[in-house]
């Protein structure tokens, strides 16, 4: 196995492993229990002070119950494991010509549609950092209404598509930072055949 290989392997564990966080929550009482016999549980909420801040302000509104803390571990774990994958995926792709070269077909189809490059880096990093935000920050997601009612009527489904949303928000964020990559691989390309020419 190569490394474009691995890098690919990436961008597909990124888009299919979000949706394991529904498995995650459907089992977690039994993974809760699971975990506390094999004196793996542990009474804090999360590492991060932002899951933390999530988790409190839930309970604020009186959303938590026994097995909400490990509702925020499971977000933890989804959280790190997504961050490898990402750092995997850019590695893997910096470090092989092959992926960064297959967003010459992207960019030629955005260009026959008379699409900017640009406009496409704004949306994958844009889409990707907003999903991030409104999935660690309750206090922005609260004012949609959907996600208000969501929150209010069932929190862990709602903490668990915050799971999804910021798994796949740091793979669109991750795919936006590689598409900068090969655009400045390309510019970089251009300027030296151009002095090569003259």
Request: charged letters at 15%.
């Amino acid at each position: 196995m190569n490394i474009a290989s691995i890098a690919r392997y990436a961008l597909r564990a990124g888009f299919v492993f979000p949706t394991f966080a529904i498995l995650a929550f459907l089992a977690d009482r039994p993974l809760s229990k699971f975990f506390s016999l094999m004196g793996l549980g542990r009474g804090e909420v999360s590492y991060f002070s932002i899951l933390r801040n999530q988790y409190a302000f839930l309970q604020r509104r009186g959303l938590t119950n026994d097995y909400s803390v490990f509702d925020f571990q499971i977000f933890e774990a989804f959280a790190w494991i997504a961050l490898v994958i990402c750092i995997v995926r850019i590695l893997g792709s910096l470090l092989s010509s092959d992926v960064l070269d297959s967003f010459k077909t992207f960019v030629e189809k955005l260009r026959a549609r008379g699409r900017s490059t640009r406009g496409a880096v704004f949306f994958f990093i844009g889409v990707g950092f907003l999903s991030m935000i409104f999935a660690t920050n309750f206090s922005v997601t609260v004012h949609a209404d959907l996600m208000r009612f969501l929150m209010t009527s069932a929190p862990r489904a709602f903490i668990c598509l915050s799971v999804m949303l910021f798994c796949w928000g740091s793979l669109f964020f991750t795919e936006g930072l590689l598409f900068v990559a090969f655009l400045i691989r390309e510019r970089i390309k251009s300027n030296n055949a151009n002095v090569t020419s003259t």
